[in-house]
């Protein structure tokens, strides 16, 4: 059975550091990985999706990697800004339907 | 091209009522997943429709049921409503495919309070 871990739970951080959240699946087979930002309350923005194949994706000031072999994912994203203050959570493609989420770090970026 | 959209954004019901929650594909997509987010917790996978049958089925009770419609917009269904069961539901579209990745795109939920 996959399961999806995230640590930290939650994570503050002074203003233009660059930082990592990192993200571990138990099951190596997997189709996708996908990371997502929430906002309180609101619904989820997808930023980054890497392919099984593929091990890193870039967005602006992010960057995703994904090691199969090891079960893991980071998201770095650099020079952090406050409107990066969000919940980031990692989601994992466990087959050709079903996503399994893990529970989120929550990021707060501290003026 | 229309993202995905679900009505009511807001619900409250009480114990043992009935609900009906909706959504709308993106365009192009034959495929529907269903997500429960419980306070402070990740996104639960409920089930997913594809061309108007259940196409996997995470660990939910028979009282949570879908439809999904010739148009590909989809339903889900909750009775016996519990209170463990307020939380905001996620729908997610795809399009299913042996060349594609199914990637899902998600709308912005349905936040139901049962009371």
């Known amino acids: 059975k996959q399961e999806v871990t995230q640590i930290p739970a939650a994570l503050s951080v002074p203003e233009g550091e660059n930082l990592v959240l990192n993200c571990s699946f138990t099951?190596?087979?997997?189709?996708?990985l996908q990371w997502f930002r929430q906002d309180p309350g609101k619904g989820l923005t997808s930023l980054l999706l890497?392919?099984?194949?593929?091990r890193e994706q870039t967005s602006g000031r992010l960057n995703a990697s994904l090691d199969k072999s090891s079960g893991r994912s980071t998201l770095y994203i650099a020079a952090s800004q406050p409107g990066d203050s969000a919940t980031y959570l990692c989601?994992?493609?466990?087959?050709?339907?079903?996503?399994?989420f893990g529970s989120g770090t929550r990021l707060s970026i501290r003026p | 091209e229309t993202g995905v959209t679900q009505s009511p954004t807001h619900l409250i019901k009480t114990r043992g009522q009935q609900v009906t929650l909706r959504c709308s594909s993106q365009?192009?997509?034959?495929?529907v997943s269903w997500y429960q987010q419980a306070l402070g917790q990740g996104p639960q996978f409920i089930f997913q429709?594809?061309?108007?049958?259940?196409?996997g089925r995470g660990n939910f009770p028979p009282r949570f049921s879908g439809l999904q419609f010739p148009n590909y917009s989809s339903e889900l269904n909750v009775n016996a409503l519990e209170l463990d069961d307020s939380a905001l539901y996620l729908c997610?579209?795809?399009?299913?495919?042996?060349?594609?990745?199914?990637?899902?795109?998600f709308g912005p939920g349905t936040r139901l309070t049962v009371l």
């Open positions: 997610a579209s795809s399009l299913a495919g042996r060349s594609s990745y199914n990637e899902q795109f």
């Open positions: 099951d190596s087979a997997i189709y996708n």
């Open positions: 890497i392919q099984s194949s593929q």
């Open positions: 989601a994992v493609y466990s087959s050709a339907s079903k996503i399994i």
């Open positions: 365009s192009g997509h034959n495929t």
């Open positions: 429709y594809y061309r108007e049958e259940e196409n």
